[in-house]
């Protein structure tokens, strides 16, 4: 997923990943926590990059760990 905002200073690129982290403008949040915790069981990975658009790509990578979810 990409947007088109400022993107994530240098600090911010790790930081957001964690639970209940409060940007620059006062939000918190777990989203980005909760969903680096699902693709950690999946055997997945998120990541950050900078995106075309001037903001940042969130990608999830999947790993050949494990091709079928849990139960399967």
């Given at each position: 997923m990409d947007?088109?905002?400022?993107?994530?200073?240098?600090?911010?690129?790790?930081?957001?990943?964690?639970?209940?982290?409060?940007?620059?403008?006062g939000v918190t949040g777990l989203g980005l926590a909760i969903c680096r915790q699902i693709a950690a069981n999946l055997d997945g990975e998120l990541t950050y990059s900078s995106s075309p658009l001037g903001g940042t790509r969130f990608s999830l990578i999947k790993h050949a760990g494990r091709l079928s979810g849990p139960g399967g």
């Open positions: 947007d088109d905002g400022n993107g994530l200073s240098e600090a911010e690129r790790e930081a957001v990943f964690q639970r209940f982290y409060t940007g620059p403008n």
